[in-house]
């Protein structure tokens, strides 16, 4: 038979001035965190631009914290023996032997619950880069990469995912986001000098030394320094995972010039196989990779149906998926269910099928064998 325990509770009369106690929930995975990584680090975050939004972030992962209201307050108690806290129960006497006693140090009528989320960057205010050493220095920005980092709602190890992905670099201690015309500039150069030095870009092999290409790519055009040259290298290839060495990644490389050709066609109709031919020509000399337009999805409508046009999806309603899909329909009457998919594949949960999600706000029917198209409810 279990022995039971009696415990004496008692609670502070006066709490401490110069802090307050809040209960946050933990995840089973940031449970595991904090048991195994003694130095790991455990922040909270908020963006300067948004009141009330605040993260936790470890190294690597990030959780939205919301704050969950009891019906009933909860007393958070310190254990008197164990007492890691140094209370005193000074107007108890003294017994001979010890007893369970419960000291109440905080009365709480909430708690914060925690979500996992990517996290993400605000990059409205940072200058755009385009090579221009004047621009530069007359960039309105004394943050550099390690600030924005600190001040952004994101892990270090998504920020700099991210950062890379969004053309982030730092040009004079500065942090900018490099122009989409000198990306591509930067890559019409790096290929060109994978292929000089006979560096196989279709290899699977980690073949790209950092630094190599770094003095490659300055000498040939000084305006592409080392800090350029990485963010090129990580948004267009493949980092080895413990040294770094880097490969080219084709499909990022063939689509980054599918959308700039889609972008020059400043959202005048061309057909697909027009389309595919510019595009094919807009690559740098003796760089051969296969193209198809599905690699285009996301980036498209078809308001006929043999001509298609830029829909840049950073144009369209972010947050709401009802939104999203009356726009979509304001543009096209009718999609293609391949290429509907992409404008609206954020709001798809983890785990469900996207067609049992695109039911709820729209109508797919057959057309063919082996194709659908989504139309309004």
């Known amino acids: 038979m279990a022995s039971k325990s009696s415990y004496s509770t008692y609670q502070e009369i006066k709490s401490p001035t110069d802090h307050t106690y809040k209960l946050l929930q933990l995840t089973p995975d940031l449970l595991d965190y904090i048991k195994s990584n003694e130095h790991g680090e ?51 006497i003294p017994v001979e032997e010890p007893t ?15 979500s996992k989320i990517p ?16 621009v530069a220095n007359e960039i309105d920005s004394s943050r550099n990469v390690e600030a924005l980092m600190n001040d ?54 980690f073949n790209i030394n950092i630094s190599d290409i770094s003095k490659e790519m300055r000498q040939q055009n000084r305006l592409y320094t080392q800090e350029v040259t990485i963010t090129i290298l990580h948004k267009f290839c493949i ?38 031919l510019k595009w094919k020509s807009s690559f740098p000399p003796f760089y ?42 304001q543009i096209v009457k009718e999609w293609e269910y391949e290429e509907f998919l992409p404008f609206i594949e954020e709001f798809i949960p983890k785990g469900k099928k996207p067609e049992s999600i695109v039911l709820k706000y729209a109508k797919k029917k057959r057309v063919g064998k082996n194709r659908f198209m989504i139309c309004p409810r």
């Not at 254990?79 to 806290?85: F, G, Q």
């Not at 369970?100 to 925690?114: R, V």
């Not at 670099?169 to 000089?196: M, N, W």
């Open 119 to 134: 996290g993400y960057i605000e990059i409205g205010n940072l200058p755009t880069y385009d090579g221009n050493f004047e």
């Open 152 to 205: 952004s709602p994101i892990s270090r190890e998504e920020f700099y995912k991210e950062w890379y992905t969004l053309c982030g670099c730092e040009i004079e201690g500065k942090a900018v986001i490099l122009s989409k015309e000198f990306i591509t500039d930067g890559l019409q150069l790096l290929i060109p000098i994978l292929i000089t030095k006979d560096i196989d870009y279709k290899s699977d092999a």
């Open 42 to 92: 455990l922040l909270l975050k908020s963006p300067p631009i948004s009141k009330n939004h605040i993260v936790l972030v470890t190294d690597n992962k990030t959780w939205k914290m919301r704050q969950m209201n009891h019906s009933n307050s909860v007393l958070l108690l310190n254990n008197m023996k164990i007492n890691k806290l140094n209370k005193t129960l000074e107007h108890i």
């Open 239 to 276: 980092k080895h995972h413990e040294s770094s060495m880097f490969k080219l990644n084709n499909l990022a490389v063939a689509k980054w010039f599918g959308i700039q050709t889609l972008f020059s066609t400043n959202a005048n109709l061309i057909s697909p196989k027009d389309f595919l």
């Open 288 to 329: 051969n990779v296969p193209i198809d337009l599905s690699q285009m999805r996301g980036y498209y409508c078809r308001p006929l149906n043999e001509q298609i046009q830029f829909l840049n999806p950073s144009t369209l309603t972010p947050g709401d998926m009802s939104i999203r899909v009356k726009e979509l329909f």
């Open 100 to 114: 369970n006693q419960l000291l109440g140090i905080a009365n709480l009528a909430y708690e914060y619950e925690l």
